[in-house]
């Protein structure tokens, strides 16, 4: 079936450093979505960006991501981690447009120290 | 602009009691629309899916269930509180265009069963 695996549930790094969260997915469709959300402490997931096109970088807010169809991946990455980069990180699936919700991955916590 | 909007924020309640949880959408007409729960610290599981009024399918049994009344809006609901329901719960919707079910997530009601 469909599934969302990512690897790290807790990164924790110093403030300025690089990050880089691993997702990876399986689906028999040709045509997924890969979705990035991130979760703040007490609110409510927001979307942070999205992908469907295969080998093009999509960024926001500093954050950017490649969807890589060959290898059924959609790293996050950031250049240089801020303290209010903290938060809870999940990468979705949506396996085709028209089905019924997205498929969440666990989770990966970051941490960001002074 | 779509607004999305859940209530109560917050609740403290008993083991037994009923509880009803609700959420509304406005600006989007024939939005689908979801329950999420989250456990303290944990993933989004998906409770329920539901496409137009009056339709509604369980994805998980946890003693819960859903009901829309109206287009813009969904209900969840249970007769007797377990503590297992204790827990973060999420409304929200995705529009049905290409948007690869791209879903938006209200505030979150927060429930805490004693």
């Known amino acids: 079936g469909d599934s969302v695996t990512q690897t790290e549930g807790l990164v924790t790094l110093t403030e300025g450093l690089p990050v880089m969260l691993n997702c990876t997915y399986q689906?028999?469709?040709?045509?997924?979505?890969l979705f990035w959300y991130v979760q703040h402490l007490n609110e409510s997931p927001r979307l942070l960006l999205k992908?469907?096109?295969?080998?093009k970088r999509t960024e926001h807010q500093g954050f950017h991501a490649t969807l890589h169809k060959s290898s059924s991946s959609f790293h996050l990455q950031k250049s240089s981690a801020q303290l209010s980069d903290s938060a809870l990180y999940y990468c979705a699936l949506s396996p085709y447009q028209g089905g019924r919700a997205l498929i969440f991955g666990t989770g990966t916590t970051v941490s960001v120290s002074p | 602009a779509q607004t999305i909007h859940q209530w109560p924020v917050a609740e403290i309640k008993a083991v037994g009691s009923p509880l009803s949880l609700g959420c509304t959408i406005k600006g989007k007409s024939s939005p689908n629309l979801y329950w999420y729960w989250q456990a303290t610290g944990g993933t989004l599981q998906q409770l329920f899916y539901s496409i137009t009024v009056g339709q509604v399918e369980s994805v998980v049994q946890l003693n819960l269930s859903a009901s829309r009344p109206k287009d813009d809006q969904f209900i969840l609901s249970t007769e007797k509180l377990l503590l297992s329901h204790s827990g973060f719960y999420l409304c929200?919707?995705?529009?049905?265009?290409?948007?690869?079910?791209?879903?938006?997530f209200g505030e979150g009601s927060r429930l805490i069963v004693v």
């Open positions: 992908s469907f096109t295969d080998n």
């Open positions: 689906t028999i469709y040709s045509n997924p979505f």
């Open positions: 929200a919707w995705s529009a049905r265009d290409n948007s690869g079910n791209t879903l938006y």
